[in-house]
């Protein structure tokens, strides 16, 4: 399993909100290209989004299933990039002071990439470390910006 971790300067709902937000995946997830539709309930368990994962003209259409959602502290979720693959990612969330210790692992669970893991894994812990410092600069400065509202 590859597992990032990153300090966030924001409470935990503050990071859950981002989460819960599916249009905004594709500002903070490397390799989103877009969010094509969405399930209203997201993130409850069972429910989905569906994105574009690519690079340049090279996307696939697929889906990411939620299959466990405990607010404000955990999501895991399926994410499908068939017929490549498939994985499941988890972030835990934890409350350290005024922030949130997040915490993101990501392991194969189907597919050819699942044969390829071992010699992926250190490109996908360079790729979700850029996926959380992208996080992180949108839960912060969401959070900054309803401070300042409120």
Do not use: C
């Not at 990153?6 to 997830?29: C, F, G, K, N, R």
């Not at 997201?42 to 574009?52: I, L, N, S």
């Amino acid at each position: 399993m590859a597992v990032n971790e990153t300090m966030i300067d924001a409470p935990p709902q503050a990071v859950w909100d981002v989460l819960a937000d599916p249009p905004s995946y594709e500002e903070w997830v490397v390799g989103n290209t877009g969010i094509r539709d969405y399930d209203r309930g997201w993130p409850a368990p069972d429910t989905e989004f569906h994105h574009k994962i690519g690079l340049g003209p090279l996307n696939v259409k697929d889906k990411t299933v939620s299959l466990e959602a405990t607010p404000p502290q955990r999501l895991v979720m399926n994410v499908r990039v068939l017929p490549f693959g498939h994985g499941i990612v988890a972030f835990e969330l934890e409350g350290s002071g005024s922030g949130t210790l997040v915490r993101m692992g990501e392991r194969p669970a189907g597919g050819p990439l699942k044969l390829f893991w071992p010699a992926l894994h250190p490109l996908i812990k360079v790729r979700n470390a850029e996926t959380l410092r992208r996080l992180k600069d949108l839960a912060e400065s969401r959070h900054r910006a309803g401070a300042a509202r409120g």
